[in-house]
């Protein structure tokens, strides 16, 4: 049995998209579901639009997504020796040719062509050259003149190209550089890749990257082309769509495997299932079930699965997650709660890290009072509650959310209080607001220290503030 391998070949001239992470992690799945081999390939050959902070990007996306290569990162550009020895190879076996035709012909004739309705191609002129032309050349390789070019593609079926639409493309640029259809063929070759998953806009390539395999002497690997990922209003997914680069959604707090578990549905199903952890899927995983059509990227649904996630992925991996929110927000966990108690506390309240990591400040810096919550909670008559709760919880011998619990019911007793009374001037007390995790809970994880500091803030803040 053949051993599969395939391959993940981002153009590093930007950040890593949500389409290109979709295609490496079924790349990435196809191949642990077969115990076969993932490649990274960085297309670097297009000099002035590839970036080294680009593959910095790739590499950044991949790592946070955990989508581990076997092989790589390869580098195109590190490889043009070869690319050179290969055209070499098909010039000298008349399966390439030296192209003398200028641009201005070239351009000429392309008017021409859309003149008269025609698809602009090349036409030949230099294919049956003998003798050597003059000025610089590129090399064209000699497409098959009839025939047709057919191949299976494991997501859209049977295609079949006819070869008289396609015209002797170009391999080498007369600088010497390599293009794209080439560099793909040489690499795909010398890097034994089975199957080629990759975007559908790569399709009308195949016909021709197929024919060049061929005169190599080479078996064309198997190919899917995944459709695209289109916005909310159909048209393909961009930047006017809001977030679309991988690490764009990690600031914005989501967890790499609810955005893995987001992606891997956008174009594929097992049934009804809408969850799955990654080994699931790598068993699961199959190419015949990525969809045929489209799909488009649905915001609220990658929302609910990120709360899914962070209630329910281990807290040690949602706390990493979690730190680099806070430290960004310039917040020092140091002093405060756990991450992974705070997790367990925010986390029915929290779509995001980012959403939870704002919501959460007052645990470990000051609390920020808002003014009508202020003149709302922290009223004259809320001041002796305040006042005793803060006295008992000073001595309060166990700094647990039951005992803490049992102070504030106590206190509400003797006061004649309903619970709610009392709950929410306390709340407003130590968070500042009127919204934060069950009373007891918030000031368990508050710590005995800055809760007690707080409500003597707090009491003497009652009355001050008058509601208009
Ligand atoms: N480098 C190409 C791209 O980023 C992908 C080529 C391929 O997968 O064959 O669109």
New binding site residues.
Partial sequence: MTVVRT?????P?GYLHVG?AR?ALYCWLYAHKMQGTFILRV?DTDLERSTPESVQAILDGMNWLNLNFDEGPFYQTHRFDRYHAVAEQLLNEGKAYRCYCSKERLEELRNKQMTNKEKPRYDGLCRDRQAVGEGSYVLRFRNPTDGNVHFDDLIRGPLTFSNVELDDLIIMRSDGSPT?NFT?VVD?WDMQITH????D??IN?TPR?INILRALGATPPLYAHVPMILGSDGKRLSKRHGAVSVMQYREEGFLPEALLNYLVRLGWSHGDQEIFSMDELVNLFDIPHINRAPAAFNNEKLLWLNQHYIKTSDPAHVAEELAWHMEKMGVDISQGPALTDLIKAQAERSKTLREMAEKSRYFYQHAEYDVDAVAQHLTIEAAPALTAIRDDLTTLADWSKEAIHQVITQVAEKLALKLGKIAQPVRVAVTGNTISPSIDLTLQLLGRARTVERLTTAIGLCGKEKVN
């Fill in positions: 391959r993940f070949a981002p153009s001239t290109g295609t297309e794209y793909v795909d080629v998953i990759r975007g806009d790569h390539n990257q």
